[in-house]
């Protein structure tokens, strides 16, 4: 694995330009739109330490925010780096509950007792026939998910047999989800015709020890390493609200910018009974429409997908994260908790004039 480097953190210029909102916000707008160039990591820190409710009023907006002016800007970037589209995907879990990882933030944890019992894997009759439902619907891609810390020899042969019993039975992309990665399991996937590896980095760097023990920060990073070294394309993204600073998000984002990851799943903490963030308070909306708007203006080109507990940080501001330079949802109920009716988020998408893209759906 090649050295990490983390992005900098110079105090006095990231104090700097944080305590001009707009000035900054131009400087951005002048690289993103301007220039189309992307954003140096005291910029990107700098956004994250705005005061969201700052005051920027203009003549036909006098209650306008800061927080106002970086959804406008984060809408604008996201249309001219990538569409006008939304990207909605479906999860169904084919591996849940009894993963031996002692991540602080999930339910399929066997270390803490959350409720939720270890499943067995699909058949490849039932993974097949929902890959052709999917196709049936519009799907260009399929994504076989596993809770678990890496595959063994059993779930490798799994993996592969299910890639290629997708390939032959759909004109489908096929993409994974199975942890922790060595170098001949990436090679397999690759040559396998795997076109999509998802694995995301979580939290930061700095912050990676307070939420997991049983691995570390490096060994996602190595996995993340070996997607790209092979030639697939790499979906990482990770969880805010779990108690990590605002520049600790600004970090998590300048790492995953590194990666030029095809696809950013932005989570937000839904704490879940019986793990160590049970009785953590969920991020407010208008944090969460901060975290979206960071994201989006440090990885311009990413489809960023809200993802799990965006209902509960967004509540009844869904639509402004759209607006706010989302490109994907996932729809319907995620891997051990229920979310917003897929017909209300198409609503919503109506409503608001935007686009959808085909359907992509995740077992």
């Given at each position: ?310 209902e509960i940080a967004l509540a009844d501001l869904q639509s402004a994260g759209i607006l706010g330079g989302v490109n994907g ?35």
């Open positions: 694995m090649s050295d990490v480097v983390t992005p900098p953190l110079d105090e006095a210029a990231v104090a700097a330009l944080s305590a001009d909102p707009e000035t900054l916000l131009a400087q951005c707008e002048a690289a993103l739109l301007g220039r189309r160039e992307e954003l140096p990591a005291s910029h990107v820190y700098a956004l994250a330490r705005l005061d969201i409710d700052t005051p920027l009023p203009i003549d036909d907006a006098p209650e306008r925010t800061v927080l106002d002016a970086l959804l406008d800007l984060s809408h604008r970037v996201r249309v001219a780096w990538t569409s006008q589209e939304v990207a909605l995907e479906s999860i169904v879990s084919g591996k849940t509950g009894g993963c031996p990882e002692d991540c602080s933030f999930c339910s399929q944890s066997s270390v803490f007792d959350t409720g939720v019992k270890p499943q067995p894997l699909l058949t490849t009759t039932e993974v097949v026939r929902a890959a052709q439902e999917a196709q049936a619907v519009g799907a260009s891609e399929f994504c076989i998910v596993y809770a678990v810390r890496g595959p063994d020899e059993r779930l490798m042969a799994n993996i592969l047999g299910l890639t290629s019993a997708v390939r032959r039975s759909t004109q489908m992309s096929v993409a994974v989800s199975a942890g922790i990665l060595v170098a001949a399991q990436a090679e397999a996937l690759a040559r396998a015709g795997v076109v999509k590896y998802n694995h995301n980095l979580e939290a930061a760097r700095s912050f990676f020890p307070q939420i997991v023990s049983s691995h570390s920060w490096d060994e996602r990073h190595a996995t993340l390493e070996l997607v790209r070294d092979h030639g697939m394309e790499v979906c990482s993204g990770g969880i805010v609200g779990m108690g990590e600073t605002t520049t600790q998000r600004a970090e998590l984002a300048l790492e995953l910018a590194a990666f030029r990851p095809t696809e950013t799943p932005l989570n937000f903490l839904n704490p879940r009974p019986g793990t160590p963030m049970a009785d953590r308070d969920p991020m407010t909306p208008r944090e969460a429409l901060h975290a979206i708007a960071l994201f989006r203006l440090a990885l311009p080109w990413t489809l960023l997908r809200l993802a799990g507990g965006r949802l996932i729809v319907g109920n995620y891997l051990t908790t229920l979310g917003q009716r897929p017909q209300d988020d198409l609503k919503m998408l109506r409503d608001l004039d935007i686009p959808v893209r085909a359907l992509q759906d995740v077992l």
